[in-house]
């Protein structure tokens, strides 16, 4: 049925989501501040629309690929803020 390839699917992205924030804790914190800033002030895209935190954590899907956890965090590095000395967090690129 629809209800069971819905509940398959729910488990598969959840386990995804676990193994991408294992992989680079370093976004967890990112994350949840570019949500709860775009809950308090959704963002104009260039082209047009708005960026809402409904749509930022849209970007989820791409766990669902085969490069989609190098898609997503290299899309989280371009949202980091730069370091004190202006120059990117050497920490975010570090391996595990």
Same mark, same amino acid.
Request: charged share 25%.
């Given at each position: %049925? *629809?209800?069971?390839? $819905?509940? *398959?699917?729910?488990?598969?992205?959840?386990?995804?989501?676990?193994?991408? $924030?294992?992989? $680079?804790?370093?976004?967890?914190?990112?994350?949840? @501040?570019?949500?709860? !800033?775009?809950?308090?002030? =959704?963002?104009? &895209?260039?082209?047009?629309?708005?960026?809402? /935190?409904?749509?930022?954590?849209? &970007? !989820?899907? #791409?766990?669902? @690929? *085969? +490069?989609?956890?190098? /898609? &997503?965090?290299? #899309? #989280?590095? #371009? *949202?980091?803020? =730069? @370091? /004190?000395?202006? &120059?990117?967090?050497? %920490? +975010? +690129?570090? =391996?595990?």
């Amino acid at each position: %049925t *629809a209800d069971e390839v $819905y509940a *398959a699917t729910y488990k598969r992205m959840e386990e995804r989501n676990r193994r991408f $924030y294992q992989r $680079y804790p370093q976004d967890v914190e990112l994350v949840r @501040s570019l949500v709860a !800033g775009l809950h308090a002030a =959704p963002a104009p &895209l260039p082209r047009g629309g708005t960026l809402t /935190a409904r749509r930022f954590l849209q &970007l !989820g899907l #791409l766990l669902g @690929s *085969a +490069s989609g956890f190098e /898609a &997503l965090h290299d #899309l #989280l590095e #371009l *949202a980091r803020p =730069p @370091s /004190a000395d202006g &120059l990117p967090d050497a %920490t +975010s +690129s570090l =391996p595990d």
